[in-house]
């Protein structure tokens, strides 16, 4: 595959039974014949079928390979080519519903999708399944909340949601249908560093209702695919390959190993074109034949044979690899010499020394045996190590010329697919993959120049714009201080909300850098008996011409509003409690005299109708007839009659508020799409499963945009107030700190298009192009 990284995929169906294959489970390897850019990827299936149907087995298999066929010959993102492989089996299975004589016998699918695409994997769910990955790096839960766990089938739209995760050696995907209440992130948290029959002893204890489904290892191997049984009754054993340390036992138990079958209509693995060095081996690949059998459930084909072998193969941890003719050439003959060096080594000792010391000797010098005996084993040894050194030097090198090499030739054919937005990406992003591996055995002119040239390609037609920022700060702010809210003004003045004190901070321009006003009182004050207002969530920037003089105004979690003043006490104001009480505030918005609040507990959004900034009246409710979904809302925006509310899944929620209800109710976009226009693919999305957006800004005329923070890439995505993504922000870093370690947790953008960045107790500040 192209010298990519391969995962070997141990598979463990449960609950136990004498057929080792996963009802259901399909795995669908590298096709190269694939369109550009997907013939690296594959593809893990695992669905399961709701309802009466005359298919047959073979007859289910065939369609859901055709099916596959639409992600195999989609050209654009992987999230993109899933769910038109989603849509695809949705709208066969609609159109078969909807038919007359099919009305009582409604078919529906559950429907659990991965990708694997170099060390990344995507997940997407459609229906009552669940998929769990437990990561070194990362653990993700993902289950269909959107549709109610319906399957498609039911209607002729439907809502993906999508998640991502780099993959490691070790790392688990564990697909289930009808998992059990007890499976959580926190109780299969850590779970990568257990043995497979340790974790599967977590999961099934106690005995119970397991529902069914499939557990996954990824190996690191040749990308092979077998299926195991695992042990809940015997106690953990070592496994040297899964490098899990335990106390070893008197013996393993074996366990039966089916090698997986494929369906005909599954295209068998590509051979590789690219072989670098670190990744062959002198061995012939092995071939394995995929017949067709009789199926023994009603998805998956039966194993033809069994053998017997442990649970996992131990391996040794991988090395850089060294040629075995050379490095016994280099020791054969210092070994050879060491016989020489024995013999010489009395006479040449005595003869330096004799040269050495002064004079003539009145006797001989005399050496052990045993002192002899050392020279002439360690001599050698000195030799082999210098040997050995230098050649592993020359290897790295050698390996670095070949990524290198790889790298040159995929940016030379980007420049000839020009015309191809896909796959000018494809090959770009193939040459900054090769150029990381470079990387790991050094850098010289030639590749930095390089990846300056490729990085440029990828951000012209990935819409990025770098951004340089310089540290916004005269003075470090203490450790422990965590921004995670900010606004600008137009008068050069910055505020800072620190979640770690619940205060806001402020900081006036001085010069190039902005100084800290330590007078400025914004939140709690316990030397004031007057200040029993508690850890401020929010705040937004307010006229100073108002009847406090307040520049700020925050919000805690309570209702409880601060106006603060700078170089004066600040004033609190408890606001009018909406009927049901406060739940939880979480944001607030401001526009025209109208203050809108967030309850995410209450899950509502109250508006305020105020006179200047005094908000004495009780709230409304913002919704009529349908209230959205907001319990994992985390931020709002106003302007105009329309409130965009960001939600933790990554999906937008657009409300057009009437005020005229006799003659209109409030009305929702749940999920509101936004438009990828990037790479000139125009695509409507209702996420992007690749960013995480953390925190919302909107500025108006003649900017008049939507900003998103992405804490995931370090990242802020730009669009318009219609959602069409114009362009991606990436912070550049002037003072030398790699951004890419950072996460990011707050950001503004002032009126006159100043970006402020927020890392912890850190920041940034850079003029947007």
């Avoid at 909340?145 to 050696?169: C, D, H, K, M, P």
């Avoid at 010489?344 to 004799?354: E, P, R, S």
């Avoid at 916004?472 to 965590?482: E, F, I, K, R």
Wanted: contains cysteine.
């Amino acid at each position: 595959m192209d010298g990519h990284p391969l995962f070997d995929l141990n598979i463990y169906s449960y609950p136990l039974s004498d057929n080792l294959t996963a009802p259901g489970l399909m795995i669908f390897p590298p096709n190269r014949k694939a369109a550009r850019g997907r013939e690296n990827d594959l593809l893990i299936v695992y669905f399961s079928l709701t309802g009466q149907t005359a298919i047959t087995a073979e007859g289910l298999q065939t369609w859901m390979g055709k099916k596959v066929e639409t992600f195999q010959r989609s050209s654009g993102t992987v999230t993109a080519g899933m769910r038109e492989l989603i849509e695809a089996v949705n709208a066969d299975l609609y159109e078969r519903n909807i038919r007359p004589n099919r009305q009582n016998e409604q078919v529906t699918i559950n429907l659990q999708v991965a990708v694997i695409k170099r060390e990344m994997l995507y997940l997407a769910n459609c229906g009552n399944g669940q998929s769990f990955f437990i990561g070194t790096d990362n653990q993700l839960h993902l289950q269909d909340s959107e549709n109610g766990g319906r399957g498609l089938g039911i209607s002729q739209s439907v809502t993906v949601r999508f998640s991502q995760s780099a993959l490691a050696t070790n790392d688990f995907l564990l697909l289930s249908f009808k998992s059990p209440d007890n499976w959580t992130p926190e109780t299969l948290a850590g779970g990568q560093t257990l043995s497979v029959d340790a974790f599967c002893r977590r999961l099934f204890s106690p005995a119970g209702e397991t529902g069914r489904g499939a557990l996954i290892r990824f190996l690191e191997g040749t990308g092979k695919t077998q299926y195991l049984r695992y042990s809940q009754d015997n106690p953990p054993v070592p496994d040297l390959r899964e490098e899990v340390k335990t106390t070893a036992t008197a013996s393993a138990p074996e366990k039966t190993v089916v090698p997986f079958k494929q369906a005909a209509v599954i295209t068998p693995i590509a051979h590789p074109t690219h072989k670098p060095a670190d990744l062959v081996s002198g061995t012939p690949p092995v071939v394995e034949s995929r017949r067709t059998t009789t199926p023994s459930s009603p998805f998956v084909t039966s194993p033809s044979r069994m053998t017997t072998k442990p649970a996992e193969e131990s391996s040794t941890p991988r090395v850089p690899i060294i040629h075995t003719d050379a490095v016994k050439t280099v020791v054969g003959n210092a070994l050879r010499s060491s016989a020489r060096i024995k013999n010489q080594a009395n006479g040449w000792v005595k003869d330096t020394l004799q040269k050495v010391i002064p004079g003539e000797p009145e006797h001989p010098l005399h050496f052990s045996r045993g002192l002899l005996i050392f020279i002439a084993i360690a001599v050698p040894v000195i030799i082999v190590a210098i040997a050995t050194t230098v050649y592993i030097h020359s290897g790295k090198n050698n390996l670095f010329g070949q990524y290198l090499a790889e790298a040159q030739s995929l940016s030379q054919r980007a420049d000839t697919q020009m015309g191809d937005s896909a796959s000018r990406l494809a090959s770009l992003q193939e040459s900054i993959y090769w150029l990381d591996k470079a990387d790991a055995y050094g850098k010289t002119a030639e590749s930095t120049a390089l990846r300056n040239q490729v990085q440029a390609g990828l951000d012209s037609l990935e819409g990025v714009i770098r951004v340089d920022m310089t540290s916004a700060l005269s003075d470090v702010l203490p450790p422990g201080t965590n921004i995670t809210q900010m606004a600008a003004t137009a008068n050069n003045d910055l505020y800072a909300l620190d979640s770690a004190t619940g205060k806001v901070l402020r900081f006036t321009l001085t010069g190039s850098a902005y100084q800290q006003d330590t007078k400025f009182d914004c939140g709690p004050n316990p030397q004031s008996p007057l200040n029993n207002i508690g850890n401020l969530v929010d705040m937004v920037p307010i006229s100073p011409d108002n009847s406090y003089n307040a520049t700020i105004m925050a919000v805690d979690a309570s209702g409880t509003l601060d106006y603060c003043v700078p170089a004066d006490t600040g004033y609190i104001v408890k606001l009018s409690a909406p009927d049901m009480g406060w739940g939880a505030i979480q944001s607030i918005s401001l526009y025209q005299n109208n203050l809108y609040v967030l309850d995410i507990k209450g899950n509502a959004v109250y508006r305020y109708q105020g006179s200047g900034i005094d908000f004495s009246d009780p709230p409304t409710l913002f919704f009529d007839d349908v209230v959205p979904p907001l319990s994992d809302a985390l931020d709002i925006e106003e302007i105009g009659y329309e409130l965009y509310i960001l939600r933790g899944n990554g999906q937008m929620i657009e409300c057009t508020y009437s005020p005229l209800k006799d003659m209109k109710s409030t009305t929702c976009q749940v999920p509101a799409p936004f438009v990828d226009t990037r790479a000139g693919q125009n695509l409507t999305v209702t996420s992007f499963p690749e960013a995480q957006f953390v925190q919302m800004r909107m500025t108006e005329a003649p900017d008049s945009s939507l900003y998103l923070l992405d804490a995931s890439k370090d990242t802020i995505y730009h669009f318009s107030y219609g959602r069409n993504l114009q362009r991606v922000l990436h912070p550049r870093l002037t003072d030398g700190t790699d951004s890419t370690g950072l996460t990011p947790t707050a950001f503004t953008v002032s009126p006159g298009r100043t970006l402020f960045l927020a890392y912890s107790n850190q920041i940034y500040y850079g003029q947007i192009p």
